[in-house]
């Protein structure tokens, strides 16, 4: 190749494909597409997961996905993008982790691989074919991939937390008492 490298046509399917994968799971949120059940669907799931309130959930994890999707597949402001993915699927992952880590056992395993992938993509950036080279990376700076990671986790560490307490409470509080007072 004379203008681009293996790299760089590397880094480009796999901006595609995950930026893809994600954008479509977060239209699936919000519009329903895809055999998604929209907002108000996905709110009631979100709900049901400990994510409250859940259509604000569900509207902020599917504008994560589709928004950062759309972004990383673009290669257009590639840190804040691969961050926004990568906190969404912790959130995600934080709902399959009781059942362990693999896939066909309804684990983590998937929202792990989007978030490291979305995480990686981040960190090395988007190679030359890429909006962000076209436009001189003036949203692809090397201070945004910490400055983005900072923020992100600071977010996904709360509402993973708010999560966690709520249904540490409802099991609290669903549980029978051992004596009689």
């Known amino acids: 190749m004379t203008c681009f490298d293996r ?3 590397g880094l480009l399917l796999l901006r595609l494909g995950t930026g893809g994968v994600l954008a479509a799971h977060g239209a699936q ?3 329903g597409w895809f055999g998604g059940h929209g907002i108000e669907g996905t709110g009631q799931f979100m709900e049901s997961v400990g994510y409250s309130p859940g259509k604000a959930s569900a509207t902020a994890a599917g504008l994560a996905e589709a928004g950062g999707g759309t972004l990383l597949a ?4 590639t840190p804040a993008a691969g ?3 990568a906190g969404a699927m912790v959130g995600a992952a934080a709902v399959h982790a009781p059942s362990g880590f693999f896939a066909q056992a ?3 395993e998937y929202a792990a691989s989007l978030a490291l992938t979305a995480t990686g993509l981040a960190v090395t950036g988007p190679g030359r ?4 080279h076209a436009l001189g990376h003036a949203v692809n700076r090397n201070w945004m991939v910490p400055a983005a990671f900072a923020v992100t ?3 996904t560490a709360l509402v993973v937390g ?3 307490r709520r249904l540490r409470k409802a099991a609290e509080g669903e549980q029978e008492p051992l004596f009689d007072a």
């Open 7 to 9: 790299r760089d046509l």
């Open 29 to 31: 949120k919000l519009l």
């Open 74 to 77: 673009l290669g257009l402001a």
């Open 83 to 85: 961050a926004a993915a």
């Open 106 to 108: 309804g684990g983590y």
């Open 129 to 132: 074919l890429s909006l962000d």
């Open 153 to 155: 986790a600071a977010a």
């Open 162 to 164: 708010a999560r966690n």
